[in-house]
């Protein structure tokens, strides 16, 4: 069976510095084709929560059997250089953020059936790694209000020195990558919504 996956996503979807097919978006497409599939895949990266939002509506998304969403990383360390960074991003941006996310999610509502949202990862340094933990717990609350299928990659994942590559704090080891794409996998067989959602109507936008 032949199927059309579509990739919104950061740096991390779609490692440019890894070899070919090391990224864990590439395990878990890997892991569908040892199933028989016949896979074909799309990327749109990288992106920022912004971005995706504005590109949704030009896409056909009705096209694609897997959509997977794998941001805000970027945009939740976006503010964060050094303490007074810190601050600015704490006490005005980061509402902002939110704000965002729930803008991308209302988008892709239609198509939440067919979509998999990934939290963002870890960060080794404690600041930051404060900043991705709350947009990982953003993003499974709005994600899972609207019966998505949320993967958490913090759940897997931690912030030891064996998840990081040994010259950065942020991008992930080649055991990171593999782990998640081998998890995501299995949570896309036995773990996404399946029973249909209760209500929910994305707001009006002016």
Avoid at 26 to 52: D, I, K, S
Avoid at 93 to 117: E, F, K, M, V
Avoid at 140 to 164: C, K, P, T, Y
Wanted: with cysteine; hydrophobic share 35%.
């Amino acid at each position: 069976m032949r199927k059309q996956v579509l990739v919104l996503g950061d740096n991390h979807v779609y490692d440019y510095d890894f070899p070919s097919r090391r990224s864990y978006t590439e395990e878990f497409v890997r892991q569908l084709e040892r199933q028989g599939h016949e896979v074909a895949v799309t990327y749109h990266v990288p992106l920022t929560l912004e971005l995706a939002t504005r590109l949704i509506p030009h896409l056909s998304l009705y096209d694609y059997d897997i959509i997977l969403v794998g941001l805000g990383q970027a945009d939740w360390l976006a503010e964060a250089t050094g303490l007074r960074g810190w601050l600015n991003f704490a006490f005005r941006r980061l509402a902002r953020r939110r704000q965002q996310l729930s803008g991308l999610l209302d988008g892709l509502y239609p198509h939440r059936y067919r979509t998999l949202i990934l939290t963002p990862p870890p960060h080794r340094e404690p600041l930051f790694r404060r900043l991705c933990r709350a947009g990982s717990r953003w993003t499974l609350q709005e994600g899972r209000r609207r019966d998505f299928s949320v993967f958490d990659i913090q759940s897997i994942i931690g912030a030891g020195e064996e998840f990081f590559r040994p010259d950065s704090p942020v991008q992930l080891s080649a055991i990171s990558h593999e782990l998640i794409g081998r998890r995501l996998y299995d949570y896309y067989r036995g773990e996404t919504t399946l029973a249909p959602p209760r209500e929910y109507k994305p707001p009006r936008r002016a």
